[in-house]
């Protein structure tokens, strides 16, 4: 018979429903969550786990990482080391940031880009047993313009050929086709780059880089295999564009202006907004040997997308947690959630983009996001009230669950 385990804690935030749960108990069977009351005994027999007064929470998402790299990972010089790294280094290491990012109380990610498919491989890994980690939707390849964000050796010489840059196409057939190969090799998502990016040689950051032909064609392709598309947009017209051609989310959307937020709202878009991002780039990438240009786009853009997520908050749009992780250190996602709070959210808000509400982006809101019977036993529990003061999200967690199993807090 599968492993019966009850949860006890001071309190649960219940952010499907808005709620909290005094003196809860969770009734873990196997890998899945069988019943959730306020008091009450545990059944005789059943392992009981106390965690006192500490605040329990359905398992966190994070939408947009990026599992394979991470800045801490090689010579302190992260820039030359992405030039003279292959896809078999960030395989050999990836599991190293699953580890951290499961660890920090994120149990599932939708990662957004990867080399060869990396994400396809440590979702199955993990999936199997094999790894620790978060469950993972993979994107496998972003799909990008010559040149365009994607592109890894846009400003080289043309002699420098970077064999990872698959995920490279132009035009609306060859664009089908990408979905088409990333469908085959077990992308979930698809990740597109709607327009130019912060962290890439262009000059722009922001201006559209695939024609509104190429984005509907992405799109409608990506829909007729029953994937779901993220876009990478900062500038206002590319995310417009995004947003007209049917994406399902536009990541980042720094300058999103008015009519962007009136086309969400009217069409259901998510933003998935990566406002925390900016303090540690501004911070580090100059000392990890990022070009100026790089740095001085990030100052164009950083300020703008917190005011352009408050405007977001204000609208009603629907926003979901993704910090683009690996960007900066796995393990940190979490340093998003206070950012979400002082540009706009309540505690629940920021708790819910994370959680219940995110899971409905992932289309996996049968299985996580939220505390309850049937779902998977995915939960976490900090020290302290987040709902009271969202900093109590600032230390690590004290309890780890993923599927029924205990990641952290049993004295491991
Ligand atoms: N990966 C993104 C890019 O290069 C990072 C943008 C980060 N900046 C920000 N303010 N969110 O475009």
Redesign the pocket.
């Known amino acids: 018979a599968p492993k019966r385990i009850a949860v006890r804690a001071a309190k649960l935030i219940d952010t499907a429903q808005q709620r909290v749960i005094e003196r809860p108990l969770v009734l873990v069977e196997g890998e899945r969550i069988v019943s959730v009351a306020a008091g009450g005994e545990a059944p005789a027999g059943v392992d009981v786990i106390d965690l006192g007064t500490a605040t329990l929470m359905p398992g966190f998402i994070d939408l947009h990482v990026h599992i394979t790299g991470d800045p801490t990972s090689g010579s302190g010089n992260y820039y030359e080391d992405i030039l003279k790294r292959s896809p078999i280094d960030e395989a050999v290491t990836a599991h190293v940031y699953a580890q951290r990012t499961l660890r920090a109380g994120f149990t599932t990610v939708r990662n957004v880009g990867s080399g060869e498919y990396i994400d396809v491989a440590l979702a199955r890994a993990i999936e199997h047993g094999k790894l620790q980690g978060p469950r993972i939707l993979p994107s496998g390849l972003a799909i990008g313009a010559t040149g365009g964000?994607i592109d890894g050796n846009t400003g080289f010489s043309p002699y420098l050929e970077f064999h990872n840059a698959t995920g490279v196409a132009d035009g609306v057939e060859a664009v089908r086709a990408k979905v088409r190969d990333n469908v085959k090799h077990g992308a979930e998502v698809i990740k597109f780059m709607a327009g130019?990016?912060?962290?890439?040689a262009e000059a722009s950051?922001g201006a559209p880089q695939y024609t509104q032909e190429e984005m509907n064609a992405i799109v409608d392709e990506s829909h007729r295999w029953g994937k779901r598309v993220a876009a990478?947009a900062?500038g206002a017209e590319a995310i417009r564009m995004a947003i007209l051609a049917g994406v399902d989310s536009v990541e980042?959307a720094?300058f999103i202006d008015d009519e962007g937020l009136r086309l969400a709202k009217q069409k259901g878009t998510w933003l998935v907004?990566?406002?925390y991002?900016?303090d540690y780039?501004l911070a580090e990438y100059t000392r990890l040997g990022f070009p100026q240009q790089?740095i001085d786009?990030?100052k164009l853009?950083?300020r703008t997308?917190r005011e352009s997520f408050r405007r977001a908050v204000r609208a009603g749009v629907r926003l979901g947690y993704g910090t683009?992780a690996g960007?900066y250190p796995h393990g940190d996602n979490r340093k998003q959630f206070p950012k979400m709070v002082e540009w706009g959210m309540t505690p629940m808000q920021a708790l819910r983009a994370a959680t219940s509400d995110a899971a409905q982006l992932l289309g996996w809101e049968d299985k996580v996001g939220s505390v309850a019977a049937g779902r998977y036993a995915d939960l976490v529990a900090v020290s302290g009230d987040p709902l009271a003061d969202i900093h109590a999200l600032d230390a690590a967690p004290v309890f780890v669950m993923k599927g029924g199993e205990v990641v952290v807090g049993d004295g491991r």
């Open positions: 964000h130019a990016g912060v962290l890439s950051v990478h900062h980042h720094s907004m990566d406002v991002n900016d780039i790089m786009k990030e853009v950083g997308q683009d960007v």
